[in-house]
């Protein structure tokens, strides 16, 4: 199924006209002219069953018998072709939340998920014709591309090395977007956005991954601490040589080099130890 503009003339033509035939069967009745009147009451009744009021942002896809005819887009009041039903299809831009779903990241991690998915009907007629209820249809197949989606990723890469949900949120999203439109182009519905809301490690394992977390933040911050440790001791060294200061012999620069490692490395405040010479 595919949309197309439906047949439709102004309203208020069609609204006087029945008026106009209003006020003739009155006359026929009250002049006792029986067969005139049921003609023009039978006119007034068919014409009045093609009036439609379209409200702003809102679609009427038109079925004559049985046959899709149109769709009706433009907002107001339009006369269309009598005997029809219509379906009424809102072309508003919605949200819809996805419950926090658990699933099992690529690393078989247990992982609690939910996203919000922004969306409208493009496509009446595939909205309407293609699938049962589109919006029970959006909601279906948004958990299952989440679930597709974080599957595909591990929840954290703790070396630093690859897409993860929690460090690369905007390029999940942006395949979750992708993957919706396709699953949902059936139903005539154009994804706008679509974004993670809620990530988390499950309960059971929450504890457990928290230190680990807390053990690696510890670890690159210690190698960081090492890095900078050495660069201030080969620093030192260099310094005290170029300006004459002292003559360190090797025995000397080792000893150097790990007393500033000890006091830079150290959780605790360095305590020096003053030489205040021998006693003989």
Same mark, same amino acid.
Request: charged letters at 20%; one cysteine or more.
């Given at each position: 199924?595919? +949309?197309?503009?439906?047949?439709?003339?102004?309203?208020?033509?069609?609204?006087? #006209?029945?008026?106009?035939?209003?006020?003739?069967?009155?006359?026929?009745?009250?002049?006792?002219? #029986?067969?005139?009147? #049921?003609?023009?009451? &039978?006119?007034?009744?068919?014409? =009045?069953?093609?009036?439609?009021?379209?409200?702003?942002? +809102? /679609?009427?896809?038109?079925?004559?018998? *049985?046959?899709?005819?149109? &769709?009706?887009?433009?907002?107001?009041?339009?006369?269309?072709?009598?005997?029809?039903?219509?379906?009424?299809?809102?072309?508003?831009?919605?949200?819809?939340?996805?419950?926090?779903?658990?699933?099992?990241?690529? @690393?078989?991690?247990?992982?609690?998920?939910?996203?919000?998915?922004?969306?409208?009907?493009? !496509?009446?007629?595939? /909205?309407?014709? @293609?699938? !049962?209820?589109?919006?029970?249809?959006?909601?279906?197949?948004?958990? &299952?591309?989440?679930?597709?989606?974080?599957?595909?990723?591990?929840?954290?890469?703790?070396?630093?090395? *690859?897409? =993860?949900?929690? *460090?690369?949120?905007?390029?999940?999203? @942006?395949?979750?977007?992708?993957?919706? %439109?396709?699953?949902?182009?059936?139903?005539?519905?154009?994804?706008? +956005?679509?974004?993670?809301?809620?990530?988390?490690?499950?309960?059971?394992?929450?504890?457990?991954?928290?230190?680990?977390? %807390?053990?690696? /933040?510890?670890?690159?911050?210690?190698?960081? #601490?090492?890095?900078? $440790?050495?660069?201030? $001791?080969?620093?030192?060294?260099?310094?005290?040589?170029?300006? *004459?200061?002292? @003559?360190? !012999?090797?025995?000397?620069?080792?000893?150097?080099?790990?007393?500033?490692?000890?006091?830079?490395?150290?959780?605790?405040?360095?305590?020096?130890?003053?030489?205040?010479?021998?006693?003989?």
């Amino acid at each position: 199924m595919g +949309e197309k503009n439906a047949w439709k003339v102004n309203g208020f033509v069609c609204i006087v #006209i029945v008026l106009a035939l209003i006020a003739g069967c009155v006359y026929t009745f009250m002049h006792e002219q #029986i067969v005139p009147g #049921i003609i023009l009451t &039978t006119l007034a009744v068919i014409l =009045s069953s093609g009036i439609r009021v379209v409200q702003p942002n +809102e /679609a009427r896809a038109v079925i004559f018998f *049985g046959n899709y005819i149109g &769709t009706v887009r433009d907002s107001g009041i339009w006369f269309i072709v009598p005997l029809c039903i219509d379906r009424k299809i809102s072309l508003r831009v919605r949200n819809f939340n996805c419950k926090t779903l658990k699933v099992n990241d690529v @690393d078989g991690n247990p992982i609690e998920i939910a996203a919000v998915v922004v969306f409208r009907v493009v !496509d009446s007629a595939k /909205a309407v014709f @293609d699938v !049962d209820d589109y919006e029970e249809f959006v909601e279906i197949q948004s958990e &299952t591309a989440l679930r597709h989606v974080a599957t595909g990723y591990p929840y954290d890469t703790f070396e630093d090395a *690859g897409y =993860s949900l929690r *460090g690369n949120s905007k390029e999940v999203a @942006d395949e979750l977007c992708h993957e919706l %439109q396709d699953r949902l182009s059936l139903a005539g519905v154009e994804v706008m +956005e679509a974004r993670l809301t809620h990530l988390a490690y499950a309960t059971e394992i929450a504890s457990a991954m928290l230190q680990r977390q %807390q053990a690696s /933040a510890i670890l690159a911050a210690r190698q960081k #601490i090492v890095e900078g $440790a050495v660069g201030m $001791a080969q620093m030192a060294i260099e310094q005290l040589q170029q300006d *004459g200061l002292v @003559d360190l !012999d090797e025995e000397r620069k080792v000893a150097m080099i790990n007393n500033i490692m000890v006091a830079i490395i150290s959780d605790r405040g360095a305590q020096p130890i003053i030489n205040t010479g021998s006693l003989y």
